[in-house]
Every structure is written in C-alpha cells, then in structure tokens.
T-cell receptor
Framework: NAGVTQTPKFRVLKTGQSMTLLCAQD?????MYWYRQDPGMGLRLIHY???????AKGEVPDGYNVSRLKKQNFLLGLESAAPSQTSVYFC????????????FGPGTRLTVT | AQKITQTQPGMFVQEKEAVTLDCTYD???????LFWYKQPSSGEMIFLIY??????QNATEGRYSLNFQKARKSTNLVISASQLGDSAMYFC????????????FGSGTQLTVLP
C-alpha cells in the first residue's frame, strides 16, 4: 500500500496563477482532508470530504476549492494564487467509523511569488 | 469552539532522559479524542498515540505515554529514554464532535535531544 500520496511535492506559482493539488489514497478511506501548515503554527483545516461527491468547508477555506469525484482522490484547487497562500499543504484520510488516527500524505510545499 | 494549547515552543532534553510535553484543551463535548503526532525535519506527520475521553487508563505505546488529566483538560506526552531520533516537532490534536471527525491542532513543541 502506498498510503496517502500527494502531487506535486514542490511548486512555485506567480500571483494570479492557478493550480490543482492532487491527493490519492489506497486505503479505501471514506474521509479525506486538506490542511495547510504555516511557520510557527499547527495544521489548519481548509476543506474536507466525508465521501465521494461531498465536500465541506473547514477553518480556512477562502481562496480554495475542492472536488471529490472518486473515493480515492481529493483535489485542492487555487483559482488565483496569492502570496498569503504560500504554505505547506497536507492531505489526510481516515476510516469513517471508530476513533482512528488520520493518515497524512508527505505534503506539498507551495510558494507564491 | 475547540482549542488546543501547547505552551512550550521549544524543549531540550539530554539523551536517555525522559521529557514531558504539555498540552491543554478546551471543549464542551463529553466525547472527544486526543492525538499526538511527530513531525521530523523531513516534514511528514507520524501518528504516535491516542487517548479517548472515556478511557480510564492512560494510553501507552512503547516509549510514549500520556498523562491524561480529564478534570484539568490536559494530556501531556511523556517520552521515556529519549533518543537523538526523537528530535522533532510534536503536535497535540483533538478530534472534534463534528460528523467528519476533524482534528484541531496545537501550535506544536520543537523537541531537541542533546547527545
């Protein structure tokens, strides 16, 4: 099992450009999440999904959109990147039932200039 | 609203000694879960240990244990016999009562193990 994978690992964008981050998991998990991590801060939830075709906003959703067309994939989009979106982005997934940990991907380091 | 507080931005410990990392939380829920993650310099998030709010025993996992004090709303991580590889950022997180079981994270504690 590959677990949770993220593509790309690094990216540099210019202000106003758009991009999509891909998260894939092969554990058949129902729940998936996107977080951002800024220096000196913990992870903050951007958006999440409780199943295929469903998404919801987290703590810091502005400037981002998501889609979950397939159970194993969760996409995070930036329509018009801003320097404030420079961050490390983590995807995570977990089972629907029980109180289990979230499994995290390796992260994507995004710089917006 | 859920809140996690880690008041120690940085900690130092001598190799082979024990260290305690503090974490307090605020929630009005009766049912919740508390998690600790380790983030080494390579950046990945590694799950360490879990404590449920109804668990009567403190959780243990190898060299990791939790000092769970429900009345004080604290769940401190104890690492015994520290190793150089324990040097990392440690995050405390709480599972919310929401249907998606989201995690709320603290700001982390940077632990450095000295040889």
């Amino acid at each position: 099992n590959a677990g949770v994978t993220q593509t790309p690992k690094f990216r540099v964008l210019k202000t106003g450009q758009s991009m999509t981050l891909l998260c894939a998991q092969d554990m058949n998990h129902e729940y998936m999440y996107w977080y951002r991590q800024d220096p000196g801060m913990g992870l903050r939830l951007i958006h999440y999904s409780v199943g295929e075709g469903t998404t919801a906003k987290g703590e810091v959703p502005d400037g981002y959109n998501v889609s979950r067309l397939k159970k194993q994939n969760f996409l995070l989009g930036l329509e018009s990147a801003a320097p404030s979106q420079t961050s490390v982005y983590f995807c995570a997934s977990r089972k629907r039932t029980g109180d289990y940990e979230q499994y995290f991907g390796p992260g994507t380091r995004l710089t917006v200039t | 609203a859920q809140k996690i507080t880690q008041t120690q931005p940085g900690m130092f410990v001598q190799e082979k000694e024990a260290v305690t990392l503090d974490c307090t939380y605020d929630t009005s829920d009766q049912s919740y879960g508390l998690f600790w993650y380790k983030q080494p310099s390579s950046g990945e998030m590694i799950f360490l240990i879990y404590q449920g709010s109804y668990d009567e025993q403190n959780a243990t996992e190898g060299r990791y244990s939790l000092n769970f004090q429900k009345a004080r709303k604290s769940t401190n991580l104890v690492i015994s016999a520290s190793q150089l590889g324990d040097s990392a950022m440690y995050f405390c997180a709480m599972r919310t009562s929401g249907s998606a079981r989201q995690l709320t994270f603290g700001s982390g504690t940077q632990l450095t193990v000295l040889p």
